[in-house]
């Protein structure tokens, strides 16, 4: 799955944008990807036909290694 991630929520929020998916992906692929960097604790796939599949993915903690990796990378 080629893609890739923003901390868009703001201070705080841990949630993070996820974009250029692919197609065919699914939220159990993102929770596949993601659950290694804390507990997820809402995924929302915006997958309208004829757009871009996008995602925003919220962890519980928004201290979370996963959080803090996204920050570190952008």
């Given amino acids: 799955m080629s893609g890739w991630a923003d901390e868009r929520g703001g201070e705080g929020d841990g949630r993070i944008y ?4 692919p ?4 939220e159990k ?5 993601f659950y290694k960097y804390g ?3 809402e995924i929302e796939l915006k997958n ?3 757009l ?3 995602a925003f993915v919220r ?7 996963g959080c803090y990796l996204w920050k570190k990378w952008l």
């Fill in 52 to 54: 871009v599949p996008f």
């Fill in 18 to 21: 996820v974009g250029n998916l």
């Fill in 29 to 33: 692929d993102l929770e596949d990807l």
């Fill in 59 to 65: 962890f519980e903690d928004p201290r979370c290694r």
């Fill in 39 to 41: 507990r997820i604790r």
């Fill in 23 to 26: 197609t065919d992906v699914r």
């Fill in 48 to 50: 309208r036909h004829g």
